[in-house]
């Protein structure tokens, strides 16, 4: 943990576990949530609301995997005795699904699913259109082949 993040652990009662309405006597459980307390893209606490009762819960820890998380996002934790973990955030009402980068075999593939791909730098970048153009902007391009560079198409252009 980062030495400005103050551990929310200690300020946890029994009554979040104890409270029969929201079935926490014990034992592990993945519960919706929204996050009430946000700092620095972290969630602090979330509040659980389950058959009309609802609880604070601080949070300990996020899963890797978890963006940035804002008060009033839609959470997924897993709560146990000791601990309260955030898994997932949900995506918001017409939010797109996120890009999807996969192995295929010996291959990685990025799918934007829609929209352009691009690759920038400071002083670079590759485009991908989505009609399926590439572009390639830099100070300097360079292009090497051990082997034949074919270059095809119906035009090809040399400024």
């Known amino acids: 943990m980062s030495d400005k993040i103050v551990p929310m652990g200690e300020y946890r009662t029994a009554a979040h576990y104890e409270d029969p309405k929201l079935g926490l006597e014990g034992g592990t ?10 700092h620095e893209g972290e969630a602090r606490q979330v509040a659980l609301v389950r058959d009309g009762a609802n609880a604070e819960l601080a949070v300990d820890y996020h899963a890797a995997h978890v963006p940035a998380l804002h008060h009033g996002d839609g959470v997924i934790v897993l709560v146990g005795e000791r601990q309260t973990t955030v898994m997932a955030r949900l995506r918001r009402p017409g939010e797109r699904p996120p890009v999807s980068l996969e192995r295929h075999g010996d291959q ?6 829609e929209g352009d791909v691009v690759i920038r730098t400071r002083a670079g970048s590759v485009t991908v259109g989505a009609a399926g153009a590439v572009r390639i902007h830099g100070g300097g391009i360079e292009v090497s082949a051990d082997g034949e560079l074919r270059i095809v198409g119906p035009v090809a252009r040399i400024k």
């Open 108 to 113: 990685i593939v990025l799918d934007a699913r």
């Open 29 to 38: 459980e993945l519960m919706q949530a929204v996050v009430t307390v946000a």
